[in-house]
Every structure is written in structure tokens, then in C-alpha cells.
């Protein structure tokens, strides 16, 4: 969700600086990069350890979240094509699942603003046991929609998000947003979702290795 279907990365940024700046301290990009695509518990530890946010891990996540929310519901930031590709998928009768490690709460709120049955579950970092790297989230949405992960094609945009869906055995699109696109054997990579449609994915689930970045 994050980077990938909304460029919600700068929300995230700045309540990391918010916080940390509460706490006397001063929080950089290159700081912040490092939290892309983790566990929040995860990014709530790498906060208050290099941070100085000096509060329980779970207090730092609700921080964290609370402020996110407050701006998506100023404004859903949309990557280009977004909207387009939920549409197509939608249209097309493609059963599609959320994995996000942002927790339901953001993750509601993002939905909600979206295409009308875009989605028919979502993964969130509230409801799995081990966050992306590991192939949980994947594992479990595959499970929910009830088809085989040699179905499915997961969209990321984080070398932590592709590693779990790849781990979890899924053809994967990486789509630069903040970070870096890792070259991989077998990773498909696009510039931007206004690349992508529905075809595009159907080539990917087909074995298909498809570079989109020029």
C-alpha cells in the first residue's frame, strides 16, 4: 500500500520527524529510508534506539499511525495509474488482496477512498506474526482468496515487500517509488503503475519477466 498504491511515504516522514523532534532529537531522509517497508514494530525500535523517542514500542506505533491517518484523511496521495489498475481489476472480476504492513486502522481509511470492491481482504501488519521480509502477509492473503500463491502476482515497491512475496513463491512487479528497485532474476519492474494494466500483470502470472522501467 505504502509507495506502491499511495505515496503516503512523506506522511510517514514526517510524523517519524514530528515525533522524534518531540524527543529533542533531529531525524534525516536517510534515516527514514531505512523504515521503508518494515514491521512498525520494527521501525517503533530503530526509532527510539537511533531516535531518542523515549516511549514504549507500542505507544511510538500509535503515535506513528494516528498522525498518518490524520493526513490521508486530508488526502489520499494515489500513485499515477492506481486507480486505473484497481479499476481494471475490479472490471476484470480479478480477485485482489491488500498486504500492507501499515496496521487495518491506515489501511481502512485507504481502502475506503479507493475503487468500490477493489478489494477482498487485507493483510496488515496488525493481523500476521512475522512482517515482511518473511513470506506471512503473502502466505496468508493467498489463503484468504483461496488460491494457489502460483496464481497470484504480488505489486511492491520495497526490497522488503518483494523479498516476502518472493519468498512466499509469488511473481512479483517491483514499481519504484522511494527506494530503489532491486535488479533480481525474475523480478519484473515498471517505473510507475500508469505502465501497468491488467494485461500486464496476466503476462507476469504467466511466467512472463517484464521490464517496464524505460
Known amino acids: 500500500m505504502d509507495g506502491t498504491l499511495v505515496d503516503t511515504e512523506p506522511y510517514w516522514i514526517a510524523a517519524e520527524q514530528e515525533l522524534v523532534a518531540e524527543h529533542g532529537g533531529t531525524w534525516s531522509h536517510e534515516q527514514a529510508l531505512q523504515l521503508v517497508g518494515n514491521a512498525l514494530t520494527v521501525s517503533a525500535r530503530i526509532l527510539r534506539d537511533q531516535g531518542g523517542v523515549d516511549l514504549p514500542l507500542d505507544v511510538i506505533v500509535d503515535r506513528l499511525l494516528g498522525r498518518v491517518v490524520e493526513q ?6 494515489w500513485q499515477p495509474g492506481a486507480l486505473e489498475l484497481l479499476t481494471g481489476l475490479a472490471e476484470a472480476g480479478v480477485p485482489c488482496a491488500l498486504v ?11 481502502v ?4 468500490a470492491g477493489a478489494f477482498v481482504t487485507l493483510v496488515t501488519g496488525d493481523q500476521v506474526t512475522r512482517g515482511k521480509p518473511d513470506p506471512e502477509p503473502y502466505l496468508t492473503a493467498a489463503e484468504r482468496l483461496g488460491v ?29 517509488a ?3 528497485v532491486p535488479h533480481l532474476e525474475g523480478l519484473s519492474r515498471a517505473a510507475s503503475l500508469a505502465k501497468v494494466d491488467v494485461a500486464t500483470l496476466a503476462r ?3 511466467g512472463e519477466v517484464v521490464d517496464l522501467t524505460l
Open 72 to 77: 490521508v484523511r486530508q488526502e489520499v496521495p
Open 100 to 110: 500492507t504492513m501499515s496496521y487495518t486502522a491506515l489501511a481502512e481509511e485507504v
Open 112 to 115: 475506503s477512498r479507493g475503487p
Open 148 to 176: 494457489d500463491v502460483g496464481s497470484c502476482v504480488a505489486i511492491e515497491d520495497s526490497p522488503t515487500g518483494i523479498a516476502s512475496a518472493r519468498a512466499a513463491g509469488i511473481a512479483t512487479l517491483g514499481v519504484e
Open 178 to 180: 522511494v527506494v530503489p
Open 204 to 206: 507476469i502470472g504467466a
